[in-house]
């Protein structure tokens, strides 16, 4: 399958896929239980211990998270490898195995300079929880979950999709624990540490209106190409990739989508809202990073996150190598921010590691 960044390339063939397998999602469910008995022997043998989630507003540095803690060699996450039959990957990867493609890599589509290829970690579990919470995506709003949620059959769908990942990434007998970017999980944090006590959740965040700026600006990108492209939107939406262009939706606790395209002020209340959330929210055992700091003291930032994680320092030694400043945009001075942006960005930054 072609990666996002190139939309408009994806064959007959590859859309057909798609609609196939994502926009009929019992489908998907039907298979993996399928799935879950003929591998049964193989997932029982598998444990999931300290999974590691990062979530957070997207333009934080989740992405490079993500590619920097799988690149340890600790981690098992989603790939593109598994698009589109994201939640049966072991019958997938036996079916496409005599068409599957070199990994050449690809600028994606946010036009960031970030290159991805078959084989780069990407955000598709939300598609598991689209599959089991249809009725948390409304039109105009996401809905937040709470422990109240909690449901057995998805529960047990949910670990054993996870043993199938680490089964996946599994080489020469040593077992990886799972990890996942996906940014929906700001909206059910409780949720997540009730599910797997002895997870770690990392948020990271960044300053208020650089960050605030560049979500305005990858959602003017991914308006421009949704309306060259219905696929790209629908591809979007099949994957639970709610953050920009037509296919935005915000979380409950944000209100409901405006009527009009929203302008910086409300990328910046956006903001505000959906960290107080998470702050209000976070369990015991979230991580908060700060990336500005992490950019300036990323050596004992990482070593403090490896400690964290439980992994050995050195696997995040060349990280600081990976860093990437974000690009500068035109931003509200510091002096300008409003009472609730500042006590915001100070609370998290008391929280940060």
């Known amino acids: 399958m072609e990666t996002l960044s190139s939309a408009s390339n994806y064959s007959a063939l590859d859309r057909f896929l798609h609609h196939l397998a994502l926009g009929n999602l019992e489908l ?24 590691v989630f990062i979530t957070s507003l997207p333009r934080a540095g989740t992405t490079l998270l993500l590619e920097l803690l799988v690149g340890t060699g600790a981690f098992a996450a989603h790939t593109y490898r598994e698009m589109p039959f994201v939640l049966c990957p072991m019958i997938w ?29 990407e955000a598709f579990e939300e598609v598991i929880w689209k599959a089991f919470w249809p009725q948390k995506y409304q039109p105009a709003r996401i809905g937040i979950w ?26 020469r007998g040593t077992t990886k624990r799972y990890v996942s970017k996906n940014n929906a999980n700001i909206a059910r944090l409780p949720l997540l540490a009730a599910l797997f ?14 960050h605030a700026a560049s979500i305005a600006r990858q959602h003017a990108n991914f308006l421009s190409l949704h309306a060259r492209d219905a696929f790209a939107r629908k591809y979007m939406e099949w994957i639970g990739h709610y953050e920009f262009g037509q296919a935005f939706r915000p979380f409950a606790f944000c209100g409901a989508r405006p009527e009009c395209e929203p302008d ?6 956006y903001w505000v809202r959906a960290y107080t ?42 990280a600081a190598e990976r860093l990437r400043a ?24 008391e929280r940060a590691i």
């Open 28 to 51: 998907q469910k039907s298979i993996a239980d399928m799935e879950d008995r003929m591998h049964a022997a193989t997932l029982r043998r598998i444990v999931i211990e300290q999974p």
């Open 93 to 121: 990867k036996s079916v496409s195995g005599g068409f599957r493609r070199k990994a050449s890599l690809h600028e994606r589509a946010h036009g960031d300079g970030v290159k991805v290829g078959y084989d780069s970690p």
């Open 146 to 171: 709470s422990q109240a949620d909690r449901n057995a059959e998805f529960e047990a769908a949910f670990r054993d999709h996870m043993r199938k990942l680490v089964a996946l990434r599994t080489d």
């Open 197 to 210: 006590p002895d997870s770690a959740i990392i948020i990271p965040f960044r300053d208020p209106a650089a």
């Open 264 to 269: 910086m002020e409300y990328w910046l209340e």
């Open 277 to 318: 959330f998470v702050l209000d929210t976070a369990p015991r055992q979230a991580v908060f990073l700060d990336y500005d700091r992490l950019l300036d003291s990323s050596k004992a930032v990482f070593e403090r996150l490896a400690a964290v994680l439980g992994i050995p320092a050195d696997t995040l030694s060349n």
């Open 326 to 349: 974000p690009a500068q945009l035109s931003t509200i001075p510091e002096a300008r921010w409003s009472p609730p942006v500042r006590d915001t960005y100070d609370r998290l930054r």
